[in-house]
T-cell receptor, first 113, second 115 residues
């Protein structure tokens, strides 16, 4: 049982490049989330999904897109990376019956030059 | 809207002394509250959660927190700090009490433990 995994762990992009971050969970959770973590700001929700084929915007969605084609996977895309997207990205998942507890992946550190 | 305020950005203690990390919340109903810990270059791990059962909640690694509605507080404590407790701690509130829940994170408190 790997829990929540994220690929890649590190990435450096140039401004304007695109990339996709992959999140996978093996706990059969309905809900999945993408957060970004910036110094002194805690975690902020980018997008989330309440089930396969559904996504919704969170607190800071601009510049990102997501897809949830399979229940176990949640992809975060950056179409044209900007330096302001330099951050650590965390994926999380949860069950409707877990009292709100979310399980987090190890994070992806992204630098945009 | 729900929010949390972590009153200290950094807390320094000596090994073996008590730990107190302070958190105040704002919520329009009886919330679910959490403390998560993040060790350097790691993901977040749940320490404990309050979901309207006992007001004193015990978590992992000897941590506990007390829900005080009258003070809108959920402070995290540990009787005796260990070097391995050095990490960043986040106080978190959920945005509703049933169904799909979004978490609102505080800005974090970095705990430093000296020998």
């Amino acid at each position: 049982n790997a829990g929540v995994t994220q690929t890649p762990k590190f990435r450096v992009l140039k401004t304007g490049q695109s990339m996709t971050l992959l999140c996978a969970q093996d706990m059969n959770h309905e809900y999945m989330y993408w957060y970004r973590q910036d110094p002194g700001m805690g975690l902020r929700l980018i997008h989330y999904s309440v089930g396969e084929g559904t996504t919704a915007k969170g607190e800071v969605p601009d510049g990102y897109n997501v897809s949830r084609l399979k229940k176990q996977n949640f992809l975060l895309g950056l179409e044209s990376a900007a330096p302001s997207q330099t951050s650590v990205y965390f994926c999380a998942s949860s069950s409707p019956w877990a009292g709100g507890e979310q399980f987090f992946g190890p994070g992806t550190r992204l630098t945009v030059l | 809207a729900q929010s949390v305020t972590q009153l200290d950005s950094h807390v320094s203690v000596s090994e073996g002394t008590p730990v107190l990390l302070r958190c105040n919340y704002s919520s329009s109903y009886s919330p679910s509250l959490f403390w998560y810990v993040q060790h350097p270059n790691k993901g977040l791990q749940l320490l404990l959660k309050y979901t309207s059962a006992a007001t004193l909640v015990k978590g992992i690694n000897g941590f506990e927190a007390e829900f005080k509605k009258s003070e809108t507080s959920f402070h995290l404590t540990k009787p005796s700090a260990h070097m391995s407790d050095a990490a960043e701690y986040f106080c978190v509130v959920s945005d509703r009490d049933t169904g799909f829940q979004k978490l609102v994170f505080g800005t974090g408190t970095r705990l430093l433990v000296s020998p």
